[in-house]
């Protein structure tokens, strides 16, 4: 029971890491990035390619996912989206969709249509138990870097510079521009980390999720019920959503393994319909 | 003359701010009635509450007597509400003919037929041209509504409102932004509107608001400052520093 | 009253929903393809499923302005949905979006737990389907389901097409335009969006049904969302809001898919994704001209051969 609550939180905080980005793009430019997961993959695959191929160490691996998939979302950004901000949902969603496709068969015709797992270092591997609470050893791992990332973004949108700007912008944009912030350039910084730090999250995911290129299509849908059931005023929303969508889903099923997925999806669609604005969003003034 | 519009203590919070304070005003039947204030003073708001486009925070509407504070907008405009906007709200696909069709087939409860093809109920037809002359769009009915002048597609705004068959009819700003020469046409046919439908104008102009209405009301801060005869309003000394106020500090 | 006028508008307005030439030489290639083509029957087949698929897409994007990423699953349960949604209070595209593809999801977890009934995930194979009207059977060259699917598209499409010229579907126009002032005039929006995509809902159904009959298989593959997201791509490539466009799509889409895969077999989604970036990146007014400027052609050159037709108004709703 507790092992399986252990699990969940885990599930829970890995999809936080990887959905955070695509929360707050959503929130500050109303842009519909449903290739986020293509990014996730990205920061998967070439730890992949580092670790079991080039030989680097594990923990030297994840940081350099982070900053080439930042990288990566920072180029994508500049030469790309920046040309889909102003289009309607409808062109973004084909937009964003075209790329997922293309991501797919790339990576397919790269690396392979097989699932891959990254060596991960032995220290890490196993469980061990506290009070009768069986806790894997990657899954704790999982659980603190996780952690720290989220009382480190926490700490850095309530108390630096950027993060005032940041969240000037998302509640308003209009009157952000205003008062003189640069919105485009806190979004495209905002959306070069959020890539990170889904790239971040593909590397460190690999092992419970699986990676092959079908990856963001496959965990698209868990990152947009994160998204619509916390909202996207802050991050404290989608981090409720994502252990309440982590917890659900790893309880449903071990509990009813017959209904597999069935209990995030009817989870997210009674949480729409009770709350079309999501979960956790503000008082529905708009 | 019986009430035909009444609000009592109406409220509406945005956040922790009031846009409207406890608004009680009492429309009369075929009224010229005129809401005026100065920029943000939630003239706009009371119109979205009386028509439903915003849910009050605290007090009601009552419409012929009759209570519609939770009603949806659509079912109010079946009762006989009905407004025009200050931004032009067009379906700007659809040709000025097709627009005004689609009101009247509302109106008569067509809206929904989907076996019956469009214009084979005379009587529609007959009333579309009428509406069409009067409101002097009859040369432009076939054109898509988008490609129209401003002043074209104003004068469209309001008539749209009219192939409602309004009872009471709430006019936002309607010659707003309508350059100088054309502004006339716009309020020859607001003048000429029928005597039994009241009218709630909502105007920053002066002159167009003292030429047309008979009963004023002053809306300050989201409360109502002044409600009266045109000319008690013109001579109240409070009104005048209201305005004089705003030039000053604009 | 001129009622001159009134019996000219009249007469305008009959003359909307008449034929244009450009409608009949595209039901009559149709009907020629039924005899001329018969070596490719069986892809013709699978265009007249997917056309109509596309045109229950069309209903409800191009006529109400609803994007669903669900629309491959069943919309019986997806209008239900709507109408609660509905009930309480507005949702944002986004809402919209999750929640069609969250029934789509849930419809194929339910059809996978129910392997009984279809097979689970290997899908559902060896289909009897009895003979139509118990006379024509199904033949393996797709000679029988190709005029069967044909035959039972235009009929659908015909009655959408009375839909969409009735005084119903002149108002979805009206709520996809401005859904504020449709309710200002009186319009309830959400009752005619529900009842839009019920409609639409029985179009799909009817296009999933014919897919079993024609195939013999069903599978879970309808309830994906790469099925969805190539439904949203034939109609972008055809246009939408103005019935042909799922039907042209679905026709440009078959054959370029057809030549894709015969290039490269394994990689034909990278294809398909450049042509969706590309279409959004060069913007889809752009590509819906293109499509409007082979229409305009075609009309022209259909109004040549058949002299003495009326002059063609253009269509309402062009483009997007």
């Known amino acids: ?282 008082a529905a003034g708009k | 003359m019986p009430v035909v519009l009444e609000t009592v203590g109406l409220e509406k919070h945005f956040g922790g701010i009031a846009a409207v304070a406890g608004v009680s005003l009492k429309i009369e039947k075929g009224a010229r009635h005129a809401l005026i204030g100065p920029n943000g003073a939630g003239k706009t708001t009371v119109i979205n509450l009386l028509t439903g486009v915003l849910r009050p925070s605290a007090g009601r509407i009552l419409l012929e007597g009759q209570d519609i504070t939770a009603l949806e907008a659509c079912k109010r405009v079946q009762r006989g509400l009905a407004r025009t906007f200050q931004i032009n709200q067009l379906f700007l696909d659809l040709t000025p003919l097709e627009t005004i069709g689609l009101a009247i087939a509302e109106r008569l409860g067509a809206g929904a037929h989907w076996w ?46 009219i192939a409602c068959r309004p009872h009471v009819l709430l006019l936002d700003e309607p010659a707003a932004g309508v350059p100088e020469d054309e502004r006339h046409e716009i309020l020859a046919t607001v003048a000429a509107l029928p005597g039994d439908v009241t009218v709630l104008l909502i105007e920053h102009d002066m002159d167009i608001v003292f030429s047309f209405a008979d009963r004023i009301s002053v809306l300050v801060n989201g409360a109502l400052f002044v409600d009266g005869a045109p000319e008690e309003v013109a001579r109240d000394p409070r009104v005048k520093a209201v305005y004089l106020g705003e030039s000053l500090d604009a | ?134 006379v024509f059977h199904f033949d393996i060259f797709g000679h029988v389901s190709y005029a069967y699917c044909l035959i039972v598209l235009f009929v659908l499409f015909l009655l959408a097409r009375r839909v969409v010229y009735s005084p119903f579907g002149l108002s979805l126009r009206a709520v996809k335009g401005n859904a504020l002032r449709a309710s200002s005039i009186g319009i309830s929006v959400n009752a005619r969006l529900v009842a839009i995509y019920t409609f639409a809902a029985f179009y799909a159904g009817v296009a999933g049904a014919l897919l079993a009959q024609t195939t013999a298989f069903a599978s879970l593959d309808v309830f994906s969302f790469e099925r969805s997201a190539d439904l949203l791509l034939v109609l972008i490539i055809g246009g939408t809001g103005y019935l042909y466009g799922g039907l042209i799509g679905a026709v440009i889409f078959k054959l370029m898919q057809d030549w894709i895969a015969n290039l490269t077999p394994q990689y034909w989604q990278f294809w398909i994704g450049l042509v969706l970036v590309l279409i959004v990146l060069v913007g889809r007014d752009r590509v819906g001209l293109w499509t409007g400027g082979v229409r305009a052609l075609a009309e022209r050159l259909t109004r040549r051969l058949a002299p003495g037709a009326a002059p063609v108004p253009v269509p309402p709703g062009e483009g997007h």
């Open chain 1, 1 to 282: 029971m507790l092992t399986i609550l252990f699990d969940g939180i885990a599930y829970g905080m890995l999809l936080f890491v990887l959905a955070c980005g695509l929360s707050v793009t959503l929130g500050l430019m109303n842009f519909v990035n449903l290739a986020h997961g293509s990014f996730a993959m990205a920061g998967g695959y070439i730890t992949l390619v580092l670790v079991n191929r080039a030989g680097l160490p594990f923990f030297a691996g994840l940081p350099i996912a982070f900053v080439a998939t930042a990288l990566i979302g920072a180029l994508f950004e500049r030469t790309l989206y920046v040309h889909v901000y102003s289009r309607s949902h409808l062109d973004q969603v084909l937009f964003t969709i075209g790329l997922v496709f293309m991501s797919v068969a790339a990576v397919d015709y790269v690396m392979g249509s097989q699932q891959v797992f990254i060596q991960i270092p032995s220290v890490l591997q196993g469980r061990f138990e506290i009070f009768g609470v069986g806790v894997g050893r990657y899954r704790l791992l999982i659980i603190v870097i996780c952690g720290l990332l989220t009382v480190a973004l926490q700490l850095i949108l309530s108390s630096t510079r950027f993060g005032s700007r940041l969240r000037a912008s998302v509640d308003d944009p209009r009157v952000a521009r205003g008062l003189g912030i640069n919105v485009n350039a806190v979004f495209s910084l905002t959306f070069a980390v959020g890539s990170g730090l889904a790239g971040l999250g593909g590397a460190l995911g690999a092992e419970i999720l699986g990676l092959d290129p079908t990856f963001p299509l496959k965990y698209m849908v868990y990152f947009l019920i994160v998204v619509t059931v916390g909202g996207t005023s802050s991050i404290t929303g989608p981090f409720a959503a994502s252990l309440l969508i982590g917890i659900a889903d790893v309880a449903g099923k071990y509990y009813v393994p017959k209904f597999g997925a069935f209990v995030i999806y009817t989870i997210m669609i009674i949480v729409l319909i009770l709350r079309p604005q999501g979960l956790f969003a503000r």
């Open chain 2, 116 to 161: 019956r093809l469009i214009g084979t109920n005379p009587q529609v037809v007959e009333e579309i041209v009428e509406i069409l002359a009067r409101f002097h769009l009859t040369d432009v009915m076939y054109e898509r509504t988008g490609n129209l002048p401003y002043g074209k597609q104003r004068l469209l705004e309001i008539a749209l409102a």
């Open chain 3, 1 to 134: 009253m001129a009622s001159a006028l009134v019996a000219e508008v009249a007469r305008r307005l009959a003359r909307r929903a008449r034929w244009r030439p450009f409608e009949y030489a595209f039901w009559l290639a149709a009907l020629a393809s039924v005899f001329l083509l018969p070596g490719r029957h069986l892809i013709l087949t699978e265009i007249a499923w997917l056309a109509l698929f596309a045109l229950s897409l069309d209903l409800i994007l191009g006529y109400a302005g609803i994007i669903s990423l669900g629309h491959a699953a069943f919309f019986g349960l997806g209008s239900y949905v709507a109408a609660l949604l509905a009930k309480h209070g507005r949702g944002s595209d986004l809402t919209r979006l999750m929640v069609t593809l969250g029934v789509a999801l849930i419809m194929r977890e339910i059809a996978n737990q129910i392997p009984d009934i279809t097979g689970g995930a290997d899908g559902l194979q060896g289909v009897v389907v009895a003979p139509i009207l118990g």
